[in-house]
């Protein structure tokens, strides 16, 4: 497995419409490319975080959809953003979550 964590300022205006998009997105690339799904946080210093988790790397760079729907939430996100930082890629070492 393998987490990406995706960083950005947000325009406060379009928060709503980031969220929104992010979301489609998101479940888009789990129905149909593989992702093991992702969480969007907002964090106290100003930016908002995802967290996805993908299979492996190939997976995820073969994860592209090309249809005019998730085209237009992705140029929504992308009208949402002031900034988007580099994308971080992360190698579990210790897993808690979902314990039962």
């Known amino acids: ?8 300022k ?6 709503a419409q980031f969220i929104k998009a992010w ?3 998101t479940e888009q690339l789990r129905e149909r490319c593989g992702s093991l799904g992702s969480r969007l946080h907002q964090g ?3 930016l908002w975080y995802g967290y996805a988790q993908w299979p492996s790397v190939e997976t995820r760079e073969d994860s ?12 929504l996100m ?3 953003t ?3 930082l580099p994308d971080i890629e992360l190698r579990p070492v ?3 979550f979902n314990m039962n």
């Open 78 to 80: 992308r009208d949402a």
């Open 64 to 75: 592209n959809i090309n249809d005019e729907q998730v085209s237009e939430a992705r140029r």
């Open 10 to 15: 947000i325009k406060s205006e379009k928060e």
């Open 23 to 25: 979301s489609y997105v």
């Open 1 to 8: 497995m393998v987490i990406y964590l995706y960083r950005w």
């Open 44 to 46: 106290n210093d100003g």
């Open 82 to 84: 002031i900034e988007r």
């Open 94 to 96: 210790s897993d808690f």
